[in-house]
């Protein structure tokens, strides 16, 4: 994604043009070149894809897509995705279910851009059942680093189509489904009587600092205040 400036770069014979606010596309081993479009320059960030990870879409969803439609292209939703995902990938407070459903996040953003496979097949109740397992895997590990590998192993679903199914039946990601779980406990320490640090530290946050942030976006009013009313 094109941050500030202009770049200009053949690809296949072709002469392409990208600019700030735009995205592209580059196959892999693609023989392209790469240069400044204007004076000033320009800046960019990038997300380099191992092409394995787009073929998980075909696991069971038909075959995955193999191609770019185009190029250069505009796309909000994938440009914001892209750069939480950047984000993520910056943050030390960020846990690795979290990170790796951002980097997820922005793939499944591209894949409206991609030249799709055969059509899918319909669903199965199979599926629901490995929602269910998922579901219980991070109740039983609620306060444990919980990745999404392991949480597609125990649903016998790809990662994409884990959070996505898990998504659909309980509006929430995995991340956010855990990050509740340790939220009420959380809760039910400070009404206990428990010290946020410690609260903290029973819950699986990385210091108090980070249930703060987190309790506080949930509840409304930080870990300590939350006590005090009680």
């Not at 800046?43 to 092409?51: G, S, T």
């Not at 990938?89 to 997820?104: K, M, Q």
Request: include cysteine; proline fraction near 6%.
């Amino acid at each position: 994604m094109v941050e500030r400036g202009a770049a200009r770069f053949e690809l296949d014979a072709t002469q392409q043009r990208a600019v700030q606010g735009e995205l592209f596309v580059l196959e892999p081993e693609a023989v392209h070149t790469g240069m400044a479009a204007i004076p000033e320059g320009w800046m960019y960030k990038v997300l380099y894809i191992e092409p394995s990870i787009v073929h998980e879409w075909g696991q069971r969803d038909g075959s995955p897509p193999h191609a770019a439609r185009w190029v250069v292209f505009r796309d909000v939703a994938l440009r914001h995705a892209l750069e939480h995902a950047h984000g993520a990938l910056r943050s030390e407070a960020v846990g690795s279910l979290a990170l790796e459903e951002a980097v997820l996040g922005a793939v499944a953003a591209l894949r409206p851009h991609l030249k799709p496979g055969p059509p899918a097949r319909g669903r199965d109740r199979a599926e629901h059942a490995a929602v269910r397992r998922a579901r219980q895997h991070l109740k039983d590990r609620w306060d444990e680093r919980v990745t999404l590998p392991e949480l597609a192993a125990v649903a016998g679903l790809s990662r994409f189509e884990l959070v996505r199914r898990f998504r659909e039946q309980t509006d929430l990601t995995p991340h956010a489904f855990q990050t509740n779980l340790r939220i009420e406990r959380a809760r039910a320490l400070l009404n206990a009587g428990l010290a946020p640090a410690a609260v903290a530290a029973e819950c699986g946050f990385a210091d108090q600092p980070h249930l703060t942030r987190v309790f506080k976006r949930a509840v409304g009013v930080s870990p300590g205040r939350y006590a005090r009313a009680q």
